[in-house]
């Protein structure tokens, strides 16, 4: 089992940034690859960033360019780094982990992530 726990959402004002944390713990080492996602009131959960266990990075196209997805493998805990928000990122934002090392790393495959967080709430004003 892994657990996770996001921290580090909050309310900001367009333009303005925040990062996201998620520390890890319990059997982290079969842990292979991190994801982002987030879920907008009334949207489907949708893939923000994931990261391979060896660092490579893939963003959604929303996202290319303002956020950055890291890793601290020392504190195991999983970061995103967000600037230039806009009201559209609001959302409730999870981190996961897929242990599938057999399988590509992004987030745009949910389905291969077992574990996920409670989430944490990002708001973005206008």
């Known amino acids: 089992q892994v657990q996770l726990v996001e921290s580090g959402g909050g309310s900001v004002q367009a333009g303005g940034s925040l990062r996201l944390s998620c520390a890890a713990s319990?059997?982290?080492?079969?842990?292979?690859?991190m994801g982002w996602f987030r879920q907008a009131p009334g949207k489907e959960r949708e893939g923000v960033a994931a990261?391979?266990?060896?660092?490579?990075?893939n963003y959604a196209d929303s996202v290319k360019g303002r956020f950055t997805a890291s890793q601290d493998n020392a504190k195991n805990t999983l970061y995103l780094q967000m600037n230039s928000l806009k009201p559209d990122d609001t959302a409730m934002y999870y981190c996961a982990a897929n242990t599938r090392w057999w399988t590509y790393c992004s987030s745009g495959r949910q389905e291969d992530f077992a574990y996920w967080g409670q989430g944490t709430q990002v708001t973005v004003s206008s």
């Open positions: 990261i391979k266990s060896d660092g490579r990075t």
């Open positions: 319990g059997y982290i080492g079969n842990v292979y690859c």
